[in-house]
């Protein structure tokens, strides 16, 4: 997750400063402007006008710079303008005004705050998109340092018709990280979290970039170089040395050198050639209904972890507006599982029964109930009986959804998690997986799927592809490090393993 921090004192005036009444969210009319690789959403017209422009131009330039053509992402990447008193209320932390891009599992969202400064909200997005495009572009390990330093880069520049201007962080006065330090860090890592600490990642993730993509072109190669090694697996300690020619403290030396020199030039505009973009034409929008427009900041609050106590404002208000609707049964029902409340997540399932055969109800239920057996937390009190309950329900729900909607990949990664938990109807598993897999290839969930039914089967050697598959596309550091020991286990494993018996001759006839 990618915040930026703006200190909301300086943005709006004192009388906003209070939050908002809870009651009942004052939602305004939202309309959905759907995009080849994002859905825009927003209340503004004007706002809804120009970001395609901008985004677009975004796109020709990391294109160029990354040699990754832009293709019709695999999962859907939501683009949120909100008022002030929603972002405020729902998704800002302590004193800051934040944006986010949020990486989930089967959706990628992006929240940013409605201005009528034309500046703020261009640097928002600017930054944000350019995570966004990285990760759902890319399809190698993309480190947070990269990603980083490219949303740094594009965040002090501007379009134009065929070429970008560059310019210069406002602030330099943030820590310099180490690059030996720096090149580890992943959003687990304490330099990443909280408001001040992931500030200092900047200036060396900048540094980098600006390096490699503006300045020196011998130093983009070399750094291509490291990505390869990175992509496959090398360790910091030799990767860094073949790649670069020199220890990682004289990369560090050298990267601040250069850090400090533009340090200096603060007034600096470089100038890049991109291909010609015309303004694309911006699609017309499609009005959402209130118990739309809060499914969607609800999906993208839970998301994104933020106030955790106020997300039932945002689903209770659905549920009074649209209390037959399969999303807000789905969003009832994950509040249950975050919350560990198994006595209303039990009540809900009683309350949906009727409807069970309704597919959308059966992918509702079923994925909540997988959510809760999937992942056990410390002083969890769900016993082995009902867990074992919960997931035999589970898979049965999601059979039917997956049947009803077979290319629906998140029921699939669930239907396929179950299956090689119960063991059971593993090749019906693998198929689906593999259907999923042809709409998303480069999905870290489902090839972690792939890889355990395989386990399932005994087949151990079978799972080392999507393993790393895994390693490389995950966001999360621990199911990143997870997936690379299962690759030395199984890799371990085979080089121990006594060689097969020889076939027997058989014996010459006389």
């Known amino acids: 997750m990618k915040r930026i921090h703006f200190r909301a004192a300086t943005l709006l005036a004192v009388a906003f400063a209070s939050a908002a009444p809870a009651d009942e969210p004052e939602i305004p009319a939202f309309k959905a402007y759907d995009l080849l690789t ?21 796109d020709a330039f990391l294109t160029q710079q990354l040699a990754t053509p832009v ?6 990447t939501k683009v949120l303008v909100l008022p002030y008193k929603l972002t405020h209320r729902y998704f800002e932390v302590r004193d800051e005004v934040i944006t986010d891009f949020v990486p989930a599992r089967f959706a990628n969202y992006m929240i940013l705050r409605h201005s009528k400064n034309s500046n703020e909200i261009r640097n928002q997005l600017f930054h944000n998109y350019t995570h966004a495009f990285m990760r759902s572009q890319m399809k190698r390990y993309c480190p947070l340092w990269l990603e980083e330093g490219m949303a740094t880069l594009i965040s002090f520049s501007r379009f134009y018709y065929d070429e970008m201007e560059i310019g210069m962080p406002v602030d330099f006065s943030a820590p310099w990280i180490p690059l030996a330090r720096l090149l580890e860090i992943d959003r687990d890592s ?16 900048w540094a980098l970039v600006h390096m490699a993509f503006i300045e020196d072109a011998a130093f983009n190669k070399q750094l291509f170089d490291f990505l390869a090694a990175l992509n496959n697996f090398n360790p910091l300690e030799t990767a860094v040395p073949q790649s670069f020619g020199m220890s990682v403290d ?25 291909p010609p973009v015309p303004d694309p034409r911006t699609p017309p929008g499609r009005a959402l209904s209130e ?13 994104a972890g933020t106030y955790p106590e106020r997300l039932s404002e945002l689903i209770d208000a659905a549920h009074r507006k649209a209390p037959d609707s399969p999303k807000v049964l789905a969003l009832r029902m994950q509040l249950a599982v975050r919350d560990r409340d198994d006595v209303a997540l039990a009540r809900l399932q009683s309350e949906s029964e009727p409807r069970a055969m309704e597919p959308e109800v059966a992918r509702a239920v079923g994925l909540a109930l997988f959510e809760r057996v999937h992942e056990t937390k410390a002083g969890d009190t769900l016993s082995s009986a009902d867990r074992e309950r919960m997931s035999r329900k589970a898979f049965q729900f999601l059979d039917r959804a997956v049947m009803s909607k077979p290319d629906d990949i998140e029921s699939i990664w669930g239907y396929a998690m179950l299956a090689a938990r119960l063991k059971q109807d593993l090749a019906t598993a693998l198929k689906r997986v593999d259907s999923g897999l ?4 480069h ?10 039914i395989y386990e399932a089967q005994g087949e151990q050697k079978k799972m080392i592809p999507f393993l790393v598959v895994t390693a490389r596309m995950t966001a999360e550091p621990k199911t990143r490090e997870w997936a690379l020991k299962r690759v030395n286990d199984v890799l371990a494993a085979q080089a121990t393993a006594p060689a097969a018996a020889p076939a027997a001759t058989p014996a010459a006839k006389n």
């Open 38 to 58: 994002y859905t825009l959403v927003t209340h503004d017209e004007y706002t809804a006008s120009q970001v395609p422009g901008q985004t677009a131009r975004i």
């Open 71 to 76: 293709h019709t992402p695999n999962l859907p």
């Open 190 to 205: 304490p330099e990443y979290n909280g408001a001040r600490q992931n500030v200092s990642i900047h200036p060396g993730s």
């Open 250 to 274: 004289e990369l560090d030396q050298r990267v601040r050198r250069y850090e400090q020199s533009l340090a200096r030039r603060t007034d600096a505009i470089f100038q890049v050639k991109i």
């Open 291 to 303: 118990p739309e427009s809060l499914v969607l900041m609800a999906e993208a609050m839970l998301a």
């Open 438 to 441: 042809a709409i998303a290839d």
């Open 443 to 452: 999905n870290a969930d489902l090839a972690m799927a792939a890889a355990l």
